[in-house]
């Protein structure tokens, strides 16, 4: 990967909602993944770039959680989400022009219009990042590459429950569906 066209990429951030961040463990703090991500927003922003901003959650009754038969099951709250569970803090600056995608399920292609959105404005190539490293980034990314997108995976604007759990998706994952590069790295591309 040594340059990034800005006309057909796209900066693509999963689950970055204030009630997502304190599960991000390892390897690093929900506060260094937005300050990353703040880092390609601004980046892409300044190359005329499009920007995504996926959210994830059920509705309010939950009708639509995953009830699947599981050895590790997503426990749901019996009070409810908790109150910012939606809101993305405000570090992110999400603009009018930016695109706001709700997933429901862990891969945001999946029952939702991202893929359209992306073809409609030309995108071949995805840049990703967000929470959790190993579920809603790794599901993203492995349906993105299924669909034949070039996928770009920053690893440091990303994070999940424990350093293992990314590692595992970094390390073994990641490089067989794309470029696993630092924001350094996209900054540069995106520049250069």
């Known amino acids: 990967m040594d340059k990034l066209d800005p006309r057909t990429t796209v900066l693509v951030l999963i ?3 204030e009630g997502i961040l304190p599960y991000a463990k390892g390897p690093r703090t929900g506060e260094a993944v937005l300050a990353a991500s703040a880092q390609l927003i601004a980046c892409f922003r300044y190359r005329g770039a499009p920007i995504v901003f996926v959210r994830v959650g059920p509705s309010p009754d939950f009708g639509d959680a995953l009830k699947q038969s599981v050895d590790q099951p997503t426990a749901i709250p019996e009070s409810g989400l ?10 992110l600056e999400v603009g ?7 997933k429901r399920q862990w891969n945001a292609f999946y029952g939702t219009e991202l893929d359209l959105q992306l ?8 840049v990703l990042g967000g929470i959790s ?10 349906a993105a590459f299924e669909r034949n997108y ?11 429950a424990s350093a293992e759990q990314h590692e ?3 390390r073994f994952i990641f490089p067989r569906l794309g470029h696993v590069r630092t924001t350094d ?6 520049n250069g």
């Not at 073809?119 to 995805?126: E, F, L, Q, S, V």
């Open 15 to 17: 689950d970055l909602q």
């Open 82 to 91: 908790p109150s910012n569970w939606w809101t993305f803090p405000g570090v």
């Open 96 to 102: 009018e022009r930016d695109l706001l995608i709700t």
């Open 119 to 126: 073809r409609r404005r030309g995108i071949r190539t995805i």
């Open 133 to 142: 490293t190993n579920i809603g980034v790794e599901s993203t990314a492995r």
């Open 150 to 160: 070039s996928l770009v995976l920053v690893e440091d604007a990303m994070s999940c």
């Open 168 to 170: 595992a998706s970094v």
């Open 185 to 190: 790295d996209v900054l540069f591309a995106m």
